[in-house]
């Protein structure tokens, strides 16, 4: 019995590790940008909530993720314990660099948040509403100087989206690129452009204080406690989320697939994760499994579009 | 008088014992990553912070504050004795410490970086605590087209510290510019000079170029004249600590550097490398003895290490009152204030005064700190000098490749079924630049230079151009534009002027071996 017992201790501590698997995070960005922070995130809550025993996460910056994505795809071909943190960012990155390595040579898992675009004006702006904007838009495109982050990413995106909406060339779009929502920030509040469209977490605490005035944002419903209308409320016909997401490895078996997806599943309803994007102002928006795959190629296919009216693929 | 009883308050509870601890630990690890090229602030910090979930809000800002002036202070190291600057902002104290260095006063040139970062950081601190909302305001003020007139500024003064062979100080300057442009265009998303390798869509890494022209081509110089081995650095030379006329000669370049590293760092488009070369050129016309510049001249370390730290405290400038990270490290530190509820912006002094006012006083504290530990070291740090030179050169190389393997060390190449690191390809062929330009005497450092400042001139143009929809009156219609082109001018003509009084002599001697 007493043997028995012995037996069945030391096979459980064997096949204990089998049971938290461990991830290897790739962050296809320097350190301190939204899919770092992710990736973080993600490596926090997966410890915190025992789901995986031990989580590294690597930073391979460049080119929109695109250099991250072509390495990851080469080097984890069939390895389930490689993940890799990317985003609608990605998408465009890969059309406008012509990235040889595409989403179609990872495994996509599942896509975890969602952040609205914000349209905002400083303070002492003629501008109040989303009509004021659309007119000056209608009378001179391109005396709107446009202020967000680089060319062909989400906030660019929504401005050739909304000009394509009320019916003015996106050609016209006077896009001023900077190299993040940050210092488009410093030019929006220096008054030296017209309006600036960037993630709305990187105007949040300028908006509580009124030194920016919220236009309107770009998801598909209302932040809670924000006073703000969304596009589509606001008359211009655009719906647009910036979502990050995680892929598997290509060649992984579909029951190593599962088996992450069901990790990932875990993570996304742990206590650690909750709380992680409450404080950063991130939204819940997981999806996974066939819903994420039909969803991802809509968004790449009307990517490619808006990217080719912009001017910016040909 | 209430911003001093919040900050009296803040030090009181910054002094707390563990927090004490917390900012040693942070100093510490801040110095060890600077010292190691490859491993910036911005990664040290990043790794840390889970550690930060198990401290409280306080403890671990103060560790981040130890770290960020910790790695500030490092990278000055070993450029000063290694000629190995593991960062852009310590490239040009480089080219007089370790001059200096390799004279027996490497000791004097770590003391004045030391004590010049430590009153620097003292004074852009109590900057920080007492005149931020005003630097933000003239900060903000910038617009693409005043960012423009400084970096003109920055490349005609630079140019012009080069000394009289203007040729070569602006071929190598072309150089760099040239290197700029590789990379995906930030206004179009297009890339540029890449030839569909994906390493090259985000431009050349500066550390890379700065590490390979300083160190292996000055290694591969040293090896291709054995004749150079004989001569001798002299590890000591005299006291290891500064004379009195050290002190004489260093405390107006650390007034200058920290006036004009502060305002700089404070600038979202500014940042410390752009303040330390506008120090070294002011250090360098202000000079008494400007024919030193070249062969280590004091003030060319005591400015631009003042000025780098200044500007690191700038940058908390918009980091606080505005909520607007402009750097990597800054970055970081905002992810940190989240994950305690905390968002910094215009609020966060109402809101969390007592946080904020303990942070600026863990700054003080841990810039105290910094001296405390970094002068008694230098002692031991100018022993390295006392190598033998193969084995030091040896030693520098395999440091700067590792630092490179470190950094961007991905195995990206795949030829003939070898996979080897795209960015050590680069290091090595940047190394045989940088021995060419030495053995046909052209200067090293505008190359840097050019990298750095090209490609921000060129967004900042291009910006400015688009905002106006292509009028370039912009580009002179604004009274901070005017006067920072009217300092250019200024700076142009000055010296032809003293040429052509006879004074250019020393100059030219200058130009042929700055490096």
Do not use: C
């Amino acid at each position: 019995m007493n043997k028995l017992f012995l037996a069945a201790l030391v096979s459980g501590l064997i096949a204990l590790p089998a049971y938290a698997a461990d991830y290897s995070i790739m962050a296809p960005a320097s350190p301190g940008g939204g899919w770092d922070q992710t990736a973080r995130t993600m490596q926090a809550s997966l410890q915190d909530e025992k789901i995986s025993g031990n989580v590294q996460v690597t930073n391979v910056p460049g080119a929109g993720g695109t250099i991250g994505l072509a390495q990851f795809a080469n080097q984890a071909n069939g390895d389930p314990s490689q993940l890799i943190v990317g985003g609608y960012v990605m998408v465009g990155a890969i059309l406008t660099n012509q990235s040889p390595v595409t989403l179609a040579d990872v495994t996509p898992i599942a896509r975890l948040t969602g952040e609205s675009v914000a349209l905002v004006v400083p303070a002492n702006s003629p501008l109040q509403t989303v009509d004021d904007l659309v007119a000056a838009l209608k009378a001179d495109p391109g005396a709107v100087a446009w202020a967000g982050g680089s060319a062909g990413g989400a906030d660019h995106i929504t401005a050739g989206l909304i000009a394509k909406a009320v019916g003015v060339d996106p050609t016209q779009v006077n896009y001023i690129a900077y190299s993040g929502g940050g210092e488009a920030l410093a030019a929006i509040l220096g008054g030296q452009v017209t309006v600036g469209v960037s993630g709305y977490g990187e105007f949040a605490s300028q908006v509580e204080s009124g030194d920016l005035r919220l236009l309107a944002i770009s998801g598909e419903k209302r932040l809670d406690g924000v006073d703000a209308p969304t596009l589509s409320e606001a008359g211009v016909d655009v719906v647009l989320e910036n979502w990050r997401m995680v892929a598997a490895a290509p060649g992984i078996t579909d029951e190593q697939k599962a088996a992450i997806n069901a990790d990932i599943e875990a993570m996304v309803n742990s206590a650690t994760w909750q709380t992680a994007l409450a404080d950063r102002g991130w939204v819940n928006t997981y999806l996974a499994g066939d819903a994420f795959d039909a969803q991802l190629a809509k968004d790449i296919e009307a990517t490619g579009a808006i990217l080719k009216d912009i001017g910016l693929v040909q | 008088m209430d911003t001093f009883a919040l900050l009296a308050q803040g030090l009181m509870a910054a002094m707390a014992p563990m927090n004490l601890v917390y900012a040693l630990i942070g100093v510490t690890l801040g110095t060890a990553v600077g010292v190691l090229p490859g491993i910036g602030p911005a990664l040290t910090v990043a790794l840390l912070l889970p550690v930060t979930y198990r401290l409280d809000p306080a403890g671990s800002l103060i560790m981040f504050a130890g770290i960020y002036y910790g790695g500030m202070y490092g990278g000055s190291t070993t450029s000063i004795l290694l000629n190995t600057p593991g960062e852009s902002a310590s490239i040009v104290t480089a080219l007089e410490g370790n001059k200096m260095a390799r004279k027996g006063r490497g000791g004097p040139a770590l003391a004045t970086a030391a004590i010049g970062s430590f009153v620097a950081g003292l004074l852009a601190t109590l900057g920080l605590a007492f005149i931020a909302p005003w630097v933000v305001k003239f900060a903000l003020s910038f617009g693409p087209a005043d960012y423009f007139a400084l970096m003109v500024l920055a490349f005609i003064t630079v140019s012009a510290a080069f000394g009289d062979s203007a040729l070569r100080g602006i071929t190598a300057l072309f150089i760099g510019l040239g290197l700029g442009i590789i990379g995906i265009d930030l206004q179009t998303g297009q890339a540029r000079l890449a030839f569909g390798v994906p390493d090259l869509f985000d431009g050349i890494e500066v550390t890379t170029l700065a590490v390979a022209l300083f160190a292996i081509g000055e290694t591969l110089k040293i090896a291709s004249s054995p004749s150079q081995l004989k001569e001798e650095i002299l590890a000591v030379k005299g006291s290891v600590w500064m004379t009195v006329e050290d002190w004489k000669r260093s405390w107006v370049p650390w007034l200058r550097g920290t006036a004009i590293g502060f305002p700089i760092g404070a600038m979202p488009a500014g940042g410390a490398d752009v303040a330390s070369f506008l120090s070294y050129s002011a250090e360098r016309s202000f000079a008494k003895k400007p024919e030193e510049f070249g062969h280590g001249a004091i003030e060319g370390v005591a400015g631009p290490e003042a000025a780098n730290n200044a500007s690191a405290a700038g940058t908390l400038v918009p980091l606080l009152t505005l909520g607007l990270p402009t750097t990597a490290t800054a970055a970081i530190m905002l992810a940190g204030f989240q994950q305690f509820g905390l968002q910094p912006g215009p609020l966060l002094f109402a809101n969390n005064a007592p946080l904020v006012w303990s942070l600026i006083a863990s700054l003080l504290i841990a810039n105290f700190m910094l001296l405390v530990l970094n002068l008694p070291l230098i002692g031991l740090w100018v022993k390295l000098l006392t190598i033998p030179k193969p084995w030091l050169y040896a030693g520098i190389l395999t440091f700067a490749t590792l630092g490179t393997l470190g950094a961007n060390g991905a195995m990206s190449m795949q030829v003939f079924g070898i996979r080897f690191s795209f960015e050590l390809v680069l290091l090595l062929a940047f190394g045989i630049l940088g021995y060419a330009l030495r053995r046909f005497s052209y200067p090293i450092a505008p190359v840097v230079v050019g990298l750095i400042l090209g490609p921000m001139a060129e967004q900042q143009l291009r910006r400015a151009l688009a905002i106006s929809q292509g009028d370039p009156g912009i580009l002179i219609g604004s009274p901070v534009a005017i006067v920072l082109y009217s300092v250019a001018i200024l700076a142009l003509v000055l010296p032809m002027i003293m040429r052509m009084r006879g004074k250019g002599g020393a100059l030219a001697q200058l130009a042929s071996d700055e490096d």
